[in-house]
């Protein structure tokens, strides 16, 4: 199996955008993250904190083992969640710490991956990661995102969105427009991922 990704960002108006996205091919892992308040860039380095353990760890990376130095290296400086998905031959593997989501949508029907992931944040010092796997189904989509995107969405909303274009790269931009057309009052990121044989 092979996984391909799109992402696509946006701050809240007149403010720096607290959240961050990871997309690492040679593992392959996507992560999202969301930086807590004013933590001045809390989420970018988790992400560039990830995306080194990417590199060191290669294909042996564990998100468990990964999920906890991430909670220690920002323990005391800043706070973020993170969902992140990494393919491991017809496996998916889900870890997320936190309220970012992941949902899988399959067979034109969309569900959550993350449900009952709470509200811990990596640099707590305490973090009980959520670890879900999923036997990977040509043509799945994985969706991850943090809170300002998937809290403007019901399921059937977005299934439907999510149905309606078939132009992948562009999907995170119109989950984007689609969520801030009642205004944008949280940063919002997207990464979509396709998986193909």
Known sequence: MNLTAYAASIPQPNRQNEDAFLIDRAVPL???????????????????????????????????KSAKLLDSYLLGTSRSTMTAARLNKDVVTVCCVGDSRAYLVRDSQAS?????????????????????????????????????AWTRFSLYTLTRTVGRYSVLPELPTVILEQASKVGVWDDMTVVVVTVRR
């Open 30 to 64: 996507v992560a999202v993250f969301d930086g807590e308040g004013n933590s001045e860039s809390a989420a970018k380095k988790a992400a560039r904190q990830l995306e080194r353990l990417c590199k060191e760890e290669g294909s042996k990376l564990d998100l468990l």
């Open 112 to 148: 959550i991956l993350t449900e009952g992931a709470g509200k811990q944040k990596l640099g707590s010092g305490a973090i009980q990661p959520l670890i879900k796997q999923v036997n990977a189904k040509d043509r799945d989509l994985l969706l991850l995102m943090t809170d300002g």
